[in-house]
C-alpha cells in the first residue's frame, strides 16, 4: 500500500510549508520613480516581513566599492513598515557622477531571520540642473495665462513654471530652436501675493527655481460676480433624475453632493485629461467664440444655490454658457483633437479638445455628440448639438478651457492682439495671421 507512504511526506511537507511561511523572506519595494541620487536623495522602502525586520541596510556600489549609506538602528516588529532616509554624496562624498547600484537588504524577525536583497541601476547626478527665465515682464491675471520661456541644462527630469501648488510643464521651442517654453496659468484663486517660478528638476533631490519678472496690476484684475439661483422642484428633480437616479434620501443632501463632490469629481476627470495632449500646436488662428451667442454666465461667477428661500450651496462657476437657439450646432472654438466625448456627471454630455501643449477646450451639456475620441476637428466644425444634459435648466453650450489641467478664463484666446502679444512673439507659431 502506497497510501501511508503519501499520507506521512504530505504531513511532512505541510510541516515544512508551516515553518517556511512562518519565517518567509521579507519583500522590499522601493519606487520606481527612484532612478538618480543626487545630494540627498529622499528614499522610501517598504517592507513586508510576517515577523517583522530585525535589520534593514542600504549600500551603494560604484567602481567595485560598497559605501553603507543607511542603517537601522532597531528592529521594527509590525508586518508593514516603511523605513524614510537619504542618499547621496553628502553622506558619501566618494561618489562620482556616473552608473552606480543601490542595494537594499532587510533581514525578517522571529527565530529564522531570512534576508531579502533588493538592488536597483541608479545614476549619480551631484551637479544640480541650471534654469533660467526669460527677462520679460508677464503680467498677471487672476484666471488667466501667459507664455515664459526659459533654459534649462544639466540633468534633469523635469521643468516648467510652478504657481503656488500648480506646475506648468516646459517644451522644446517649436521649430527646432533652442530652449523650452512653458504656458501657465495664474489661477482665479491664486493668492495674488503668489510668486511664479520658473524651475528643474532632476528627480535626485536637486531642484532649482528663478522667479519670473510679473506685474500684477491689483486695479485691472477681474472682479467676478455673485449671482443667486433659485434651485425650483422641477429643476432639482431633473437633476436627480438624471445624475442620482438609482439615490434616496433627502433630495436637497443629494442635489447639494452631486453639486459639490461631483463637480469635483468631474473637474478632476478633466485635469486628467492634461496627459492626453500633443507635444505640437494643434492650431494655428485665434480661439472663436460660439457663431451668435449671448453669454447667459462667465468665468468664475460665484453662485449661490437658494432652494425654497434658504440657500443651500455655493459654487464657483469655471467657464462661459453660451446660448443661442435649442439645439444649435456646437462649434469646435480651435483646429485640435477631441480627447473626450461622452458623458461626465454636471458637464452632461461633454467634449473635450486637445489643442496641444496642455491646452484644451471643454463644451458641456450637449444634447447630441457627433465626434469620436481620437478625431481631429477644424476650427468652427460643428461637434454636436447644444442642450442641457447634466446640471443645466436651460440649453445652452458650457464652454470652458484649461491649461495643463488649471482650468483657465477664455475671453483672452478670443483676442487675436493678445495671441500676437503673448504667444506669437514669444514662440514659433506657424500660419498665425491676424
Ligand atoms: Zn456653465
Not at 534593514?56 to 524614510?84: C, D, H, L, P, R
Not at 501648488?165 to 501675493?193: I, Y
Not at 467664440?289 to 454666465?297: N, V
Request: aromatic share 10%; net charge negative.
Amino acid at each position: 500500500m502506497r497510501f501511508p507512504t503519501v499520507a506521512s511526506s504530505l504531513l511532512l511537507s505541510s510541516f515544512l510549508v508551516f515553518l517556511l511561511s512562518g519565517c518567509s523572506k521579507p519583500t522590499v519595494d522601493v519606487p520606481a520613480s527612484l532612478t538618480t541620487i543626487g545630494q540627498a536623495t529622499p528614499v522610501t522602502v517598504h517592507v513586508h516581513s510576517s515577523h517583522g525586520v530585525s535589520k534593514m541596510t542600504a549600500i551603494v556600489e560604484q567602481n567595485g566599492a560598497q559605501y553603507q549609506a543607511w542603517q537601522t538602528t532597531s528592529a521594527a516588529k509590525s508586518a508593514e513598515s516603511a523605513f524614510n532616509f537619504s542618499v547621496g554624496v553628502t553622506t558619501i562624498p566618494q561618489l562620482k557622477d556616473g552608473h552606480a547600484r543601490l542595494i537594499v537588504e532587510a533581514e525578517s524577525g522571529g527565530l529564522f531571520g531570512r534576508t531579502e536583497r533588493w538592488e536597483r541601476d541608479v545614476n549619480v547626478i551631484t551637479q544640480p540642473p541650471t534654469v533660467s527665465a526669460d527677462s520679460d515682464q508677464h503680467y498677471l491675471y487672476l484666471g488667466m495665462a501667459d507664455l515664459a520661456t526659459l533654459n534649462v541644462t544639466g540633468s534633469y527630469t523635469s521643468a516648467g513654471v510652478r504657481v503656488g501648488d500648480e506646475t506648468f510643464r516646459a517644451w522644446p521651442m517649436p521649430g527646432g530652436k533652442p530652449g523650452f517654453f512653458s504656458l501657465f496659468a495664474f489661477a482665479w484663486n491664486m493668492p495674488a501675493n503668489t510668486m511664479p517660478l520658473v524651475y528643474a528638476s532632476n528627480g535626485a533631490g536637486n531642484d532649482v527655481t528663478t522667479p519670473l519678472t510679473v506685474i500684477f496690476p491689483k486695479k485691472e484684475q477681474p472682479v467676478y460676480t455673485q449671482h443667486e439661483i433659485q434651485v425650483t422642484d422641477q429643476f432639482m428633480q431633473k437633476v436627480l433624475g438624471e445624475l442620482d437616479p438609482n439615490g434616496t434620501g433627502d433630495p436637497v443632501a443629494r442635489f447639494v453632493r452631486i453639486n459639490s463632490e461631483m463637480r469635483k469629481e468631474n473637474n478632476k476627470t478633466l485635469s486628467d485629461l492634461r496627459f492626453k495632449t500633443a507635444d505640437h500646436f494643434l492650431w494655428s488662428q485665434p480661439f472663436t467664440r460660439q457663431s451668435h451667442s449671448q453669454a447667459e454666465a462667465t468665468f468664475a461667477d460665484k453662485r449661490t444655490y437658494i432652494y425654497h428661500g434658504k440657500k443651500i450651496d455655493e459654487q464657483v462657476h469655471l467657464g462661459y454658457d453660451l446660448a443661442v437657439t435649442q439645439h444649435v450646432g456646437v462649434e469646435a472654438s480651435n483646429d485640435g483633437r477631441v480627447v473626450w466625448a461622452a458623458p461626465l456627471g454636471i458637464y452632461g454630455n461633454c467634449i473635450v479638445v486637445d489643442h496641444g501643449y496642455g491646452l484644451q477646450t471643454i463644451y458641456g451639456h450637449l444634447s447630441r455628440i457627433d465626434v469620436h475620441e481620437g478625431e481631429m476637428v477644424k476650427r468652427g466644425q460643428i461637434m454636436g448639438l447644444s442642450g442641457m444634459t447634466g446640471m443645466a435648466g436651460g440649453d445652452h453650450v458650457h464652454f470652458g478651457m484649461q491649461l495643463d489641467g488649471v482650468q483657465i478664463d477664455p475671453k483672452e484666446w478670443w483676442d487675436p492682439h493678445w495671441i500676437k502679444d503673448h504667444i506669437a512673439r514669444r514662440v514659433d507659431l506657424p500660419g498665425f495671421s491676424q
